[in-house]
């Protein structure tokens, strides 16, 4: 008797030990919303599940922000077999433009807001609790009410993977799709320049030029 009970208690300790496991999924997969930003990684450990989102600049006079614990459209994560079953960001730290730190974590403050350039990364980690085991999927709504809104951060059938997944990827992969990401908002932008008329003062009876101008499909935020 008492060996059984050791030996049921070494194998509860192996399956503790499995759920608790900390790994690094780089190359997340989702259905794509809108297509300026990307959860670039998901970092699982023993207290937290972790999203690495990346937003870029795409237009002129872009206007983006992080919303925070206390914000109704704060980010969330909805299991998708049981929309019930929500677990919402306890922080979001590590605010970056680019390399350059601007806030370590959100606190108390309702919103981050900045105004990024053309090809121009603004990073964070978005904290939630360790999820459970039996989640498989999950949505990541910036706002649980604003599942149809174009404007808003979401990323839809993120697949939870688990730390023995030949699918976790490398930093290599993630760098990668950085990359590719950056390069074709970039060759977007510059793509849709076209021409338009704007006045100068009167010069050789002539008072109006030619000169390019950008224009963009991208939604500002609201």
Same mark, same amino acid.
């Given at each position: 008797?008492?060996?059984?009970?050791?030996?049921?208690?070494?194998?509860? +300790?192996?399956?503790?030990?499995?759920?608790?496991? *900390?790994? *690094?999924?780089?190359?997340?997969?989702?259905?794509?919303?809108?297509?300026?930003?990307? *959860?670039?990684? @998901?970092e699982y450990t023993k207290e937290n599940t972790i999203f690495y989102f990346r937003y870029i600049g795409s237009r002129d006079y872009d206007a983006m922000d992080f919303r925070g614990l206390t914000n109704? &459209?704060?980010?969330?994560?909805e299991n998708v077999e049981n929309p019930d079953e929500t677990f919402y960001l306890t922080d979001i730290r590590n605010i970056r433009v680019e390399s350059?730190?601007?806030?370590?974590?959100? =606190?108390? /403050?309702? @919103?981050?807001?900045?105004?990024?350039?053309? =090809?121009?990364?603004?990073?964070?980690?978005?904290?939630?609790?360790?999820?459970?085991?039996?989640?498989?999927?999950?949505?990541?709504?910036? +706002?649980?009410?604003?599942? +149809?809104?174009?404007?808003?951060?979401?990323?839809? &059938?993120?697949?939870?993977?688990?730390? &023995? &997944?030949?699918?976790? =990827?490398?930093?290599?992969?993630?760098?990668?799709?950085?990359?590719?990401?950056?390069?074709? @908002?970039?060759?977007?932008?510059?793509?849709? /320049?076209?021409?338009?008329?704007?006045?100068?003062?009167?010069?050789?009876?002539?008072?109006?030029?030619?000169?390019?101008?950008?224009?963009?499909?991208?939604?500002?935020?609201?």
């Amino acid at each position: 008797m008492r060996r059984f009970i050791t030996l049921l208690m070494f194998f509860w +300790g192996i399956q503790a030990s499995f759920s608790q496991k *900390v790994y *690094v999924d780089y190359k997340p997969q989702y259905t794509e919303w809108v297509r300026n930003y990307i *959860v670039d990684k @998901i970092e699982y450990t023993k207290e937290n599940t972790i999203f690495y989102f990346r937003y870029i600049g795409s237009r002129d006079y872009d206007a983006m922000d992080f919303r925070g614990l206390t914000n109704i &459209d704060r980010w969330c994560l909805e299991n998708v077999e049981n929309p019930d079953e929500t677990f919402y960001l306890t922080d979001i730290r590590n605010i970056r433009v680019e390399s350059e730190l601007k806030m370590e974590t959100i =606190g108390s /403050k309702d @919103i981050f807001y900045h105004s990024p350039q053309v =090809g121009q990364s603004v990073t964070c980690e978005v904290y939630f609790p360790r999820l459970p085991k039996h989640i498989k999927k999950v949505h990541f709504l910036e +706002g649980k009410q604003a599942k +149809g809104r174009t404007n808003h951060f979401h990323a839809l &059938d993120v697949s939870l993977k688990t730390f &023995d &997944d030949p699918n976790l =990827g490398t930093e290599y992969d993630r760098t990668e799709r950085i990359n590719k990401l950056k390069e074709r @908002i970039v060759t977007t932008y510059n793509s849709t /320049k076209r021409y338009s008329i704007y006045y100068t003062p009167p010069q050789n009876n002539q008072n109006l030029k030619q000169s390019n101008t950008i224009t963009t499909e991208c939604k500002a935020r609201m």
